[in-house]
């Protein structure tokens, strides 16, 4: 399984970044895809996430109102459209999928991860 987060950069607060990520290797329209985020000491904390078949989607709500996750099963690519970024958004953004859907979650709960792609938000 491989997970590819693009999309990351520096933005001033107030600004959108809109990330993704491609799947590969997996049956991507049978996974729960999530985001986490990870800032420099703290640990790997849930931000969003959306069923297989994308009726369904979660956030937490640090970030609720303001980010919208999406899918294209036919592309197996799962976004994260992020609006009024704020300097505590700063972090290393991953994607990850699981067959489970959970509202919350626990990164050692999830199953498979890429590797990360930065976001800074300037103030």
């Known amino acids: 399984v491989q997970l590819q987060a693009s999309g990351g950069g520096l933005v001033q607060a107030g600004g959108s970044l809109k990330l993704s990520c491609v799947a590969s290797g997996l049956t991507f329209s049978t996974y729960s895809m999530y985001w986490f985020r990870q800032s420099p000491g703290k640990e790997r904390d849930f931000v969003a996430v959306?069923?297989?078949?994308?009726?369904?989607?979660a956030y937490a709500d640090s970030v609720k109102d303001r980010f919208t996750i999406s899918r294209d099963n036919a592309n197996n690519t799962v976004y994260l459209q992020m609006n009024s970024l704020k300097p505590e958004d700063t972090a290393v953004y991953y994607c990850a999928a699981d067959h489970i859907f959970r509202r919350t979650v626990r990164a050692n709960e999830v199953n498979y991860w890429g590797k990360g792609t930065l976001v800074t938000v300037s103030s």
């Open positions: 959306i069923v297989w078949s994308g009726t369904a989607t």
